[in-house]
C-alpha cells in the first residue's frame, strides 16, 4: 500500500461532507439510480467472464445495488460511515450479500490482484494530485491483469475549475453553497489523464457534461496491463 504524506490529511476530506448528505433523504434523492454507463458496461463484463466487482466509494449502495443484483459477487468501500450503513441496509431489504467496507480510497483493504473491475464514479478527484495518484495506483494493486477501471475525472472545463482557493497542482476550494465543493477537487485535461493512468491501457475515454450545466467530467474506462506487457511501448 502506498505512503500517507503529511499533506494529504488537509486534502482527501470530502467524504465529512458527503457523510453529512447521506444523513438526510433530501441528500440521498439525487443518488439513487445507477448511471447509464455502469449499466452499459454490464454485457462487456459478462463477455470477459468477469465475477468480483469492487464499487469504490459506493455511497448509498446505487451501484452496488444494480451489479448484485446483475449476478456478481460485489464489494463496496467507502470513507463515510452513513454510506456503508446505508448500502448494507438496503442491501439487506433486497436479499442481496453485503460486503461493505470502511476504509479510504488510497488505502483500500483488499489483497492484491482481487478484483476483475472497479468502478469509481465520481470519486477519486476528492483531492490533491498526490490523492488522485495514490488512489489510481491502488485501484491498479487490487485490480487483476486485464481487468476493468471504469470512473470519472473532473474535466479543467468544468464550471468549478480556478474558483475559489488553490491549494496545490489545479486543486482548488470553492466557496460556494455546495458543501461538497468546500473541499478539495482536482481537476485535468485529456494529456494529463493519460500520464496518470500509467499501468492502464484506456478503452474509452469521453468529455461529458454530467447532469448539472457546466459539470464537465472524463468518463473513463481503462484495462490494466498485464505486467509483461507494461513496459514494451
Given at each position: 500500500?502506498?505512503?500517507?504524506?503529511?499533506?494529504?490529511?488537509?486534502?482527501?476530506?470530502a467524504f465529512?461532507?458527503?457523510?453529512?448528505?447521506?444523513?438526510?433523504?433530501q441528500?440521498?434523492v439525487?443518488w439513487?439510480?445507477p448511471?447509464?454507463?455502469?449499466?452499459?458496461?454490464?454485457?462487456?463484463?459478462?463477455?470477459?467472464?468477469?465475477?468480483?466487482?469492487?464499487?469504490?466509494?459506493?455511497?448509498?449502495?446505487?451501484?452496488?445495488?444494480?451489479?448484485?443484483?446483475?449476478?456478481?459477487?460485489?464489494?463496496?468501500?467507502?470513507?463515510?460511515?452513513?454510506?456503508?450503513?446505508?448500502?448494507?441496509?438496503?442491501?439487506?431489504?433486497?436479499?442481496?450479500?453485503?460486503?461493505?467496507?470502511?476504509?479510504?480510497?488510497?488505502?483500500?483493504?483488499?489483497?492484491?490482484?482481487?478484483?476483475?473491475?472497479v468502478?469509481?464514479?465520481?470519486?477519486?478527484?476528492?483531492?490533491?494530485?498526490?490523492?488522485?495518484?495514490?488512489t489510481?495506483?491502488?485501484i491498479?494493486?487490487?485490480?487483476?491483469?486485464?481487468?476493468?477501471?471504469q470512473?470519472?475525472?473532473?474535466?479543467?472545463?468544468?464550471?468549478?475549475?480556478?474558483?475559489?482557493?488553490?491549494?496545490?497542482?489545479?486543486?482548488?476550494v470553492?466557496?460556494?453553497?455546495?458543501?461538497?465543493?468546500?473541499?478539495?477537487?482536482?481537476?485535468?485535461?485529456?494529456?494529463?489523464?493519460?500520464s496518470?493512468?500509467?499501468?492502464f491501457?484506456?478503452?474509452?475515454?469521453?468529455l461529458?457534461?454530467?447532469?448539472?450545466?457546466?459539470?464537465?467530467h472524463?468518463?473513463?474506462?481503462a484495462?490494466?496491463?498485464?505486467?509483461?506487457t507494461?513496459?514494451?511501448?
Amino acid at each position: 500500500m502506498s505512503e500517507k504524506t503529511e499533506h494529504d490529511a488537509d486534502t482527501a476530506t470530502a467524504f465529512l461532507a458527503w457523510d453529512n448528505r447521506w444523513s438526510s433523504e433530501q441528500g440521498r434523492v439525487d443518488w439513487t439510480a445507477p448511471e447509464a454507463d455502469v449499466r452499459r458496461i454490464v454485457p462487456e463484463l459478462r463477455k470477459r467472464g468477469f465475477l468480483t466487482l469492487l464499487d469504490l466509494g459506493c455511497g448509498i449502495g446505487r451501484h452496488y445495488l444494480f451489479l448484485a443484483s446483475q449476478g456478481f459477487r460485489v464489494f463496496g468501500a467507502d470513507a463515510s460511515l452513513n454510506a456503508r450503513e446505508l448500502t448494507k441496509n438496503a442491501a439487506l431489504e433486497a436479499d442481496l450479500p453485503i460486503d461493505i467496507r470502511h476504509c479510504l480510497m488510497t488505502d483500500l483493504q483488499y489483497e492484491d490482484e482481487f478484483f476483475d473491475y472497479v468502478l469509481a464514479w465520481n470519486v477519486v478527484y476528492h483531492g490533491s494530485r498526490d490523492i488522485v495518484k495514490r488512489t489510481l495506483s491502488e485501484i491498479h494493486r487490487v485490480l487483476r491483469p486485464q481487468g476493468i477501471f471504469q470512473g470519472t475525472m473532473l474535466s479543467t472545463r468544468d464550471r468549478y475549475y480556478g474558483l475559489g482557493r488553490q491549494i496545490d497542482t489545479n486543486t482548488f476550494v470553492a466557496e460556494v453553497d455546495d458543501e461538497d465543493k468546500q473541499h478539495p477537487h482536482f481537476y485535468c485535461n485529456g494529456s494529463e489523464l493519460v500520464s496518470l493512468l500509467k499501468g492502464f491501457e484506456i478503452l474509452s475515454l469521453q468529455l461529458c457534461e454530467h447532469k448539472r450545466p457546466g459539470s464537465y467530467h472524463w468518463n473513463i474506462v481503462a484495462e490494466k496491463v498485464p505486467p509483461d506487457t507494461a513496459g514494451c511501448c
